[in-house]
């Protein structure tokens, strides 16, 4: 398959995946915790079944980390994601907001080769829509409505931080996240749930940046989201301005910056500067 057919086949697992998620939303359910501060629902549990087994039919073969049935050991995570090819599956990212009932989760798939993002899908189970794209093919970016319909997916073109609009973290918001704003004067501050909603939020053109301030993210949580932003024309790096390596490691502890591209160098100025006092 070209990348195009690949996408198209992950939008379809992904959207697969999202109708059991919103069966389960639903339903009268509850929520367990994997340890504290990490919940989990039996919608992780069957989209996470659904698309490990959707994703290994269509692509034999492939090494799959998925969030719910990750590789144990650390000789098991590092002979995983050291494969040429990777297929990072978050089944749904933004599951307190999911618990809360609130509008503010995605299923999420990426794919990595040899340790970068290449394709990215989200989709949000609520509104229907989809996100897909090739990170190496700038402009590939594309949103597919619940109806089928798709359109081309682009960044803003900002380049005034003052003028912008800054996603955050509604639950765990960075200390960094205030000096930032303040140093770089954005008044719209938007707290939002799910790492993937937020930095989809910037490929949609409805924010200029998303700022994560360190750790607790994890390559399901981000590979997807950078391959579809980098797509629509944004930009992906740690807080140090260095590339995310997806074959170095699956939890990424330096934080992250997504945003429009043109802010990129703005804001990673701002951070170092923030950081150096």
């Known amino acids: 398959?070209?990348?195009?057919?690949?996408?198209?086949?992950?939008?379809?697992?992904?959207?697969?995946?999202?109708?059991?998620?919103?069966?389960?939303?639903?339903?009268?359910?509850?929520?367990?915790?994997?340890?504290?501060?990490?919940?989990?629902?039996?919608?992780?549990?069957?989209?996470?079944?659904?698309?490990?087994?959707?994703?290994?039919?269509?692509?034999?073969?492939?090494?799959?980390?998925?969030?719910?049935?990750a590789p144990r050991t650390a000789d098991e995570v590092k002979a995983m994601i050291a494969r040429?090819?990777?297929?990072?599956?978050?089944?749904?990212?933004?599951?307190?907001?999911?618990?809360?009932?609130?509008?503010?989760?995605?299923?999420?798939?990426g794919v990595a080769l040899?340790?970068?993002?290449t394709l990215g899908v989200l989709v949000m189970p609520v509104t229907g829509e989809a996100l897909m794209g090739d990170a190496r093919v700038l402009e590939s970016a594309l949103i597919e409505a619940k109806d089928g319909t798709r359109a081309a997916l682009r960044v803003t073109a900002q380049k005034s931080a003052a003028n912008s609009t800054m996603m955050v973290s509604r639950s765990r918001r960075p200390r960094l996240v205030g000096p930032l704003a303040e140093r770089l004067a954005i008044a719209n501050v938007v707290p939002c749930g799910s790492v993937g909603v937020k930095v989809a939020r910037v490929a949609m053109a409805q924010a200029d940046l998303?700022?994560?301030?360190?750790?607790?993210?994890?390559?399901?949580?981000?590979?997807?989201?950078?391959?579809?932003?980098?797509?629509?024309g944004g930009r992906v790096t740690a807080l140090d301005g260095s590339q995310i390596d997806y074959a170095a490691e699956l939890v990424h502890t330096r934080g992250f910056v997504g945003t429009n591209g043109a802010l990129h160098d703005t804001v990673l100025q701002a951070i170092q500067s923030i950081n150096s006092v």
């Open 1 to 69: 398959m070209n990348s195009q057919a690949e996408l198209n086949e992950l939008v379809r697992i992904a959207r697969a995946a999202a109708d059991v998620v919103m069966d389960v939303y639903a339903s009268p359910f509850t929520v367990e915790m994997k340890s504290p501060g990490d919940p989990v629902t039996m919608a992780d549990k069957r989209a996470n079944e659904l698309l490990c087994r959707e994703i290994a039919a269509s692509f034999p073969g492939e090494a799959i980390v998925a969030e719910e049935d």
């Open 84 to 109: 040429e090819r990777v297929f990072y599956v978050d089944p749904l990212d933004g599951t307190r907001e999911f618990a809360a009932r609130r509008a503010e989760f995605s299923v999420m798939i």
């Open 114 to 117: 040899q340790g970068r993002a």
């Open 210 to 232: 998303y700022v994560h301030g360190g750790g607790g993210v994890s390559s399901w949580d981000l590979c997807g989201p950078e391959a579809v932003l980098a797509a629509a």
